[in-house]
């Protein structure tokens, strides 16, 4: 137990220390060493798939992370990763079905209904988003992701109005990501023109056409 454990502390160490690729050769070895004797523990799995995911290597982040689920299926955190692995692949249906094991095995945990979130607006299906976006919130209200990607999913239905509410109750509980929300709403908002001057005698005053 303590030989598993010290390859994953020496795996966090160098990755404390921005060393990475060395983070990623000692949970290598640890696996290695050990998927005989402890082919039922997912530590270094996960902590593998954690790992290739910051780095943005989505593939390999797939493999670690299916690893883990192979030896704990159960596990809502890791069965979450490699759910929003599939998601930022673009592998929208497998991103669905561990979402949808997520919700199944912890229905009072947030994150299922969001990632399902992420699926539906991913798809375009926005209402359906907002739906689940809500669900996430009732579950629990403290979890802010949840409320950003609300409001950019009234941003893409139009309703500005609702996208606002939900910064606002952001802004209220100094949200780290209100300003996400700020900045897409801005840029989701179509320009209007609300006033025009002319020095050439052009008739600004008809209107449009």
Same mark, same amino acid.
């Given at each position: ?6 390859? %994953? ?12 690729? #060395? ?24 902590? @593998? ?12 982040? !797939? ?27 673009? %592998? @929208?249906? #497998? ?38 976006? #809500? ?9 802010? @992701? ?26 209220? %509980? ?18 209007? !023109? @609300? ?13 449009? #056409?």
């Amino acid at each position: 137990d303590n030989a598993l454990s010290a390859y %994953n502390y020496l795996g966090q160490a160098y990755n404390e220390q921005g060393e990475t690729n #060395k983070a990623i050769q000692a949970y290598k070895e640890g696996i290695k060493a050990f998927s005989t004797t402890y082919s039922g523990d997912d530590t270094l799995y996960v902590a @593998l798939g954690d790992l290739y995911f910051q780095e943005g290597n989505l593939d390999d982040a !797939i493999d670690a992370y299916e690893n883990a689920v192979r030896i704990d299926p159960n596990n809502e955190a890791s069965r979450y990763s490699l759910g929003q692995s599939y998601l930022n692949s673009g %592998n @929208l249906d #497998k991103a669905y079905d561990h979402f949808s094991e997520v919700v199944r095995i912890s229905p009072k945990d947030p994150a299922g209904y969001y990632g399902l979130g992420e699926v539906a607006r991913a798809e375009g299906s926005l209402n359906e988003a907002v739906t689940l976006f #809500k669900k996430s919130i009732s579950v629990n209200s403290d979890f802010e @992701l949840a409320y950003r990607d609300l409001g950019y999913a009234y941003a893409d239905l139009g309703e500005f109005d609702r996208a606002n509410e939900q910064l606002s109750i952001m802004e209220a %509980n100094d949200s780290d990501y209100a300003s996400d929300l700020e900045s897409y709403i801005t840029e989701a908002t179509p320009p209007e !023109i @609300l006033g025009a001057y002319s020095t050439s005698g052009f008739p600004t005053a008809l209107g449009p #056409k």
